[in-house]
Nanobody, 123 residues
Framework: QVQLIESGGGLAQVGGSLRLSCVAS????????MGWFRQAPGKEREFVAA????????NHKDFVNDRFAISEDSGHNTIYLQMNSLQLGDTAKYFC????????????????WGQGTQVTVSA
């Protein structure tokens, strides 16, 4: 059984920063491609960023615009999302996703999901 535990969400002001973390726990010696998605109330889930398990590939959605950066501690199946210059539009629940084989931007291709961590940006 694979579990993803997110942390680091909370309240930030416009222009502020937050750092999200996600740890994947599962069978020993298994490494995962992992990513971040977000969903705002009344909106569809959208891709934010992803990193391959070998850390040779990363992808960030256009709206990130160099404000966010995904990083990985591959030895511990842990990823981070550093979010800077937060905007009101970044308010959403952020979800971590993982898969042994798929590395990409399509949420439906990821097998494992966390419960999400709420990020709220205020003016």
């Amino acid at each position: 059984q694979v579990q993803l535990i997110e942390s680091g969400g909370g309240l930030a002001q416009v222009g502020g920063s937050l750092r999200l973390s996600c740890v994947a726990s599962g069978p020993a010696n298994t490494r995962y491609n992992m990513g971040w998605f977000r969903q705002a109330p009344g909106k569809e889930r959208e891709f934010v960023a992803a990193v391959s398990r070998t850390n040779v590939w990363t992808n960030h959605k256009d709206f990130v615009n160099d404000r966010f950066a995904i990083s990985e501690d591959s030895g511990h199946n842990t990823i981070y999302l550093q979010m800077n210059s937060l905007q009101l539009g970044d308010t959403a629940k952020y979800f971590c996703a993982a898969d042994e084989n798929y590395a990409g931007t399509l949420g439906q291709r990821y097998t494992y999901w966390g419960q999400g961590t709420q990020v709220t940006v205020s003016a």
